[in-house]
């Protein structure tokens, strides 16, 4: 073996590696009965980013003008996940996206009945708040606050 393909396949990673032994691992959401693409399919990290952004900063603006009365650092950023919290529990909740997951076009179902009951968003928001269950990924791209809530973020 040439030590160019040696270093070649050490920098694609395992699953290269594993893909060029053989193996099918299928597109991300396969195995959740989604399609590879178009409407119903498992959202971007882009996507989902951005939604983020788009709420923590709506979030912000709530802490920042309607409760804690102008920039006190630790505390405006303490009542904006709180915020956070209640904003997304009622909103994935009962219609299934919030207003950054509307705007970029997504939306959060539960995998056995499609519709997220409030529990479970309850318990999708908690947990998404905690950042670290949102950081670990399976390999369909869902976050460990999905799959503990048993949802999945697709696009609309």
């Keep these: 073996m040439d030590n160019r393909q040696a ?3 050490w920098l694609s990673g395992p699953r290269a590696a594993l893909e060029d032994a053989g ?5 991300r959401g396969e195995q959740l009965g989604l399609p590879e693409d178009g409407p ?3 959202a971007r990290p882009g996507r989902r980013l951005g939604a983020l952004a788009v709420d923590w900063g709506l979030c ?5 003008g309607l409760i804690t009365d102008g920039y006190d650092g630790q505390t405006t ?4 996940l709180l915020v956070f919290l209640v904003l997304s529990a009622l909103t994935v909740g009962t219609v299934g996206f919030t207003p950054g997951k509307r705007l970029f076009g997504l939306r959060v179902v539960a995998l056995d009945s499609g519709r997220v009951q ?4 309850l318990v999708r928001s908690a947990l998404l708040c905690l950042a670290v269950p949102a950081l670990v990924w399976d390999r369909d791209g869902r976050g ?12 609309i």
């Design 7 to 9: 270093i070649g396949s």
């Design 23 to 27: 193996a099918d691992f299928g597109y």
């Design 40 to 42: 119903g399919s498992i």
């Design 60 to 64: 912000m603006l709530i802490a920042y």
């Design 77 to 80: 950023g303490n009542w904006a």
């Design 118 to 121: 409030p529990l479970r968003g």
């Design 144 to 155: 460990l606050h999905d799959r503990l809530a048993r949802t999945v973020e697709v696009r």
